[in-house]
């Protein structure tokens, strides 16, 4: 079954269906955690539509709301109120085995640390992905995607900080998934590092068509995306349509 034809479950939870171009749709959505006898509003009533093959940045200082956002569009968290719809499935009525199977099968996430295996070579380490998806790339294909073509077989310690944060998208878009979604992919980088996995992401957008979706609190970034989502005290604040966009090498840091 191809991914365009899988459900994120086996119990189907249908919603009314999207427009074709429509990969999420979130409805009223809102996130409080409860510490101690203090309540934290992480999202305070998020209306979002996010379209296939779009590159968006969620951009916003540190406690705007971004990251939860992200978790809940990946399956990571649930929100307290509100809907996710992806596909026509209300992710926040999914049960736990069909928001695994939504993460292993459809999303892709790429996390400001590396996190690879230390003893793997950076070809296994994208092997560990593709082993379990159901139409995945070969590690090969997706490294050279990213531009480490000839550092199949080195190890993450024989690696820069730029090249393994390359191995981990690598290895998040080797299961071809529908969506690419990255926590502060640059956020322990220099900017001349940061700028070649941006080069990498924008890559991956442009010649697989994934939706992708990059959190920042760097502005700078904002430029090379189709659109521009500004978040503050877990609100949306704006959005910003970017007409002519930069390649990564023309965005000021």
Not at 227 to 245: K, Y
Request: glycine share 8%; charged share 20%; aromatic share 4%.
């Amino acid at each position: 079954m191809s991914k365009s034809q899988q459900n994120p479950s086996d119990k189907k939870v249908t919603h009314e269906a999207l427009p074709e171009n429509v990969v999420f749709h979130v409805h009223g959505v809102t996130k409080t955690y409860q510490m101690g006898e203090v309540q934290v509003h992480a999202l305070r009533g998020i209306d979002l539509d996010l379209y296939r093959g779009e590159l968006t940045v969620l951009l916003g200082a540190s406690g705007s709301g971004k990251s939860t956002l992200l978790n809940i569009l990946g399956g990571l968290d649930l929100p307290t109120d509100g809907h996710v719809i992806y596909a026509d499935h209300d992710l926040t009525r999914a049960s736990e085995d069909a928001l695994t199977e939504y993460r292993r099968y459809h999303v892709g996430f790429v996390f400001q640390f590396y996190n690879l295996i230390p003893s793997l070579t950076a070809r296994e380490n994208v092997a560990v992905v593709t082993e379990i998806a159901q139409s995945p790339m070969t590690p090969e294909e997706a490294l050279k995607l990213v531009g480490l073509g000839e550092r199949l077989d080195h190890f993450p310690a024989q690696l820069s900080g730029g090249e393994q944060q390359r191995v981990a998208i690598a290895r998040a878009i080797a299961k071809n998934p529908d969506v690419l979604l990255c926590d502060e992919p640059t956020g322990a980088l220099d900017s001349q590092t940061g700028i070649m996995v941006l080069e990498a992401l924008q890559r991956v957008n442009r010649e697989l068509g994934t939706s992708t979706v990059i959190i920042t609190h760097n502005a700078g970034i904002a430029q090379m995306a189709n659109r521009v989502i500004h978040l503050a005290d877990g609100r949306i604040t704006n959005v910003d349509i970017n007409e002519t966009l930069l390649d990564p090498k023309e965005l000021s840091w």
